[in-house]
């Protein structure tokens, strides 16, 4: 397992990371210019295309890349706190 403060990757499987940044990014779209920045755009598209895969998918390998990407957002919020 690949853990950035961008996407965590498993299994041959790539998805957004969640948390702090993803609000930042989910209140810039609403919120601020008309112009969001091509790593905005790409955010964006990656939580889309995660979405429609947690909706359309089996639930049993739902619950798998779920349980995957919440350790992930575990192991990289402590890093984060050890680095602090």
Not at 26 to 55: C, F, Q, T
Request: hydrophobic residues 35%; positive net charge.
């Amino acid at each position: 397992m690949k853990v950035t403060n961008f996407k965590v990757t498993f299994d041959g499987r790539c998805f957004p990371m969640p948390g702090k940044r993803m609000d930042d990014l989910a209140w810039r779209l609403i919120h601020g210019d008309d112009n969001p920045s091509k790593i905005e755009r790409i955010l964006a598209a990656s939580v889309i295309s995660a979405y429609r895969y947690m909706i359309f998918e089996d639930p049993k390998d739902r619950n798998y890349v779920c349980k995957k990407i919440k350790v992930a957002s575990k192991k990289y919020e402590k890093q984060l706190n050890k680095d602090q």
